[in-house]
């Protein structure tokens, strides 16, 4: 970002430490100069920039010079999330001054400083950037990165992990939306310090790590700034073991998010059928089903073969659950197996057909409009 804007940019967290810098290029005052070398801005500083209204800011804020401190005048970017200060981005504005877009293109860089902010306040005995590269080696499975994690004391060597993870429901992956994970991570970290917790936010999904059983998945709903749903992973004896039962969260939280059924929160072990098909090709349907799959005013015969086949073949139970009158139901039957070319009399078709509306969920070929279909 400074590079595209030809001139040097400060990060600092909100009380005035310097977080990081750019490369000098352009203007520089004393100010600068002294902040990188003393890691803070001073006090007579931080007092004129403070009475400049940065602290109040919630949009860029042109501060003025003060010649006396050795000050030009900057550009602040105010760091905030909600209504919480994290930190101010510092551009000089002189030499020449910032254009309104110039201005504009810094600000946009904001959620992405935030979440750089919230990863440095981590309260830990192994500095931030280093628990997080030791993590995402973890989840890839590399063993040395648990023995990192270990010989730092973030946590101990006897104990077994479990992993969650957490998927929003619906927003589209940005800085903004992992930035609301890692606040509710952070959170619940705290609260969980007895657990040894670690956690990593992906593009579009947050992991929390803790030593022995899983944290109450309730409690990582409600730490939650946004709606989720969590997938829970069997715990391993070691750490080492942590990325198998990650996968198995991951899986867990998709299965979740794609059959409104189970919830909000399910775990692997108790997935059922949808265990199972998470590794099967979604190609390998039942033949027949794909023109119905194609055609959305085939959506009521899915739905009434489902739930036919979630019920055992019952057609009392089938209609008691889709107030159906039980004429109705065996004409839709009938209709499936002529437009699918099968036999709902043979156990194999009913099977392939069962199996493979699960897989159609799955992949999101198949979208049924109420949520009363158990796995």
Not at 83 to 90: I, N, P, Q, T, V
């Amino acid at each position: 970002m400074a590079a595209r804007l030809g001139r040097p940019a400060l990060l600092e967290d909100r009380v005035q430490r310097v977080v990081a810098y750019s490369e000098q290029s352009g203007a520089m005052d004393d100010v600068r100069r002294d902040s990188i070398l003393r890691r803070h801005t001073v006090p007579e500083v931080r007092q004129w920039l403070r009475d400049a209204g940065i602290h109040e800011a919630t949009e860029p804020l042109r501060t003025p010079g003060a010649p006396h401190l050795g000050l030009l005048p900057r550009v602040c970017v105010p760091i905030r999330h909600a209504d919480a200060l994290l930190g101010f981005l510092w551009l000089i504005d002189a030499d020449p001054p910032m254009t309104d877009d110039g201005v504009a293109e810094a600000a946009a860089t904001a959620p992405g400083l935030a979440l750089a902010l919230f990863h440095e306040s981590l309260a830990s005995g192994l500095a931030s950037h280093r628990e997080l590269e030791a993590v995402t080696g973890l989840l890839l499975g590399e063993r040395d990165a648990a023995e990192q994690l270990i010989e730092a004391g973030a946590f101990p060597q006897a104990q077994p992990v479990s992993v969650q993870v957490a998927r929003p429901r619906t927003a589209e992956p940005d800085d903004a939306l992992r930035l609301a994970l890692e606040q509710g991570l952070l959170a619940l970290r705290r609260r969980l310090s007895g657990h040894h917790p670690l956690h990593l936010v992906r593009y579009d999904h947050a992991v929390l790590l803790t030593a022995g059983p899983p944290a109450p998945a309730d409690d990582l709903h409600a730490a939650m700034p946004v709606p989720v749903v969590v997938g829970i992973g069997r715990p391993r004896a070691a750490l080492a073991q942590a990325a198998g039962s990650y996968q198995e969260a991951r899986h867990a939280a998709e299965v979740v998010a794609r059959v409104p059924g189970l919830g909000r929160t399910a775990e692997w072990a108790r997935l059922g059928v949808y265990r199972m098909l998470t590794r099967v090709p979604d190609q390998e349907l039942h033949p027949g089903l794909e023109g119905l799959l194609a055609d959305a005013q085939y959506l009521p015969l899915l739905e009434t073969l489902e739930t036919y086949l979630d019920l055992a073949g019952s057609a009392v139970a089938t209609s008691r659950a889709l107030r159906l009158h039980r004429t109705s139901l065996y004409y839709r039957l009938q209709r499936v197996e002529e437009l699918a070319r099968t036999d709902l009399k043979d156990g194999g078709e009913r099977l392939a057909l069962h199996l493979s509306l699960k897989l159609a969920r799955l992949s999101g070929r198949y979208l049924p409009r109420d949520s009363h279909h158990s796995p």
